[in-house]
Structure formats: structure tokens, C-alpha cells
């Protein structure tokens, strides 16, 4: 299954995606939120897309910010149930991940650097697992 990953850096985007494929798991990637947003509108009013089943975005991008997207997510029915990661390479306060995660419907955040390959897989692979249960 499909996996989203938007990422404003280039050289992030493409490793990150790179490795999801290695996974197993094909990706669609977007380079900023708006264009996220543009295909959140396109979700919205078509419902005809394969919808991912992880999403992994940074939170500071140009346009929208992940934890936007985020909230916009969990509005439309078919995302609601879809796993979220956030990353990020500025400190966060423990209000603004706890912002984030209760009003934004984020599940989990990552620190950059992203953890070493295998780590970052065990982790990404458990949050889609729990969710998929939990649902």
C-alpha cells in the first residue's frame, strides 16, 4: 500500500521515499503542503483516489504546515483512520506536541535526523500496526 510522504527538502524527500520502496511500500510524494492541500481538494471532491496508508510529512513546509494537513485530514472520512507522522527539525515544546496530537490528530512526531533505517522502519511499521488495530 501506498505511502505519502512531503518533504520540502529535496535530498530528505527522495532518501525518505527511496527507502519506504526498499520497505515495500510505494509512495506518493508531494514537495510542499500546498500542493498536499490541492490534493486534499481533489479527495474531497472526487473521492477517487487510492488513498495512502501512512502519512509521513514535515511540519515545516512552504504553504501548509504538516500539522495543518494533519487536522485537515482527519476531516475527510476516508483519512480519519490513517496513520500520521510528523518530522521535524526544531525543537518542540511538550504543549506544542501535545497540541499537535490531540487537536491536529497527528500520531506521532519525529525528531530530524530521522532515526538510523531500521529504527525508522520498526517505528513507522509499529504506528501503521497500532493504528490499523485501534481502528
Known sequence: MTWLIAEDE????????????VW????????NGQ????????IEHS??????ELVLMDIRMPG????????RMRSIPALKQTPIVLMTAFSLSDQERSDMMSNDGVDYI???PLPEFEV???????IRD???KSS
Open 10 to 21: 529535496a535530498d530528505i524527500r527522495t532518501l525518505i521515499a527511496t527507502m519506504c520502496q
Open 24 to 31: 515495500g511500500h510505494p509512495t506518493v510524494t508531494f514537495e
Open 110 to 112: 519525529l525528531s530530524k
Open 47 to 52: 473521492g477517487e483516489h487510492s488513498l495512502p
Open 64 to 71: 501548509k504546515k504538516g500539522n495543518e494537513l494533519a487536522h
Open 120 to 126: 525508522l522502519r520498526q517505528t513507522l511499521h509499529r
Open 130 to 132: 497500532s493504528k490499523q
Open 35 to 42: 500542493k498536499v492541500w490541492e490534493w486534499l481538494d481533489t
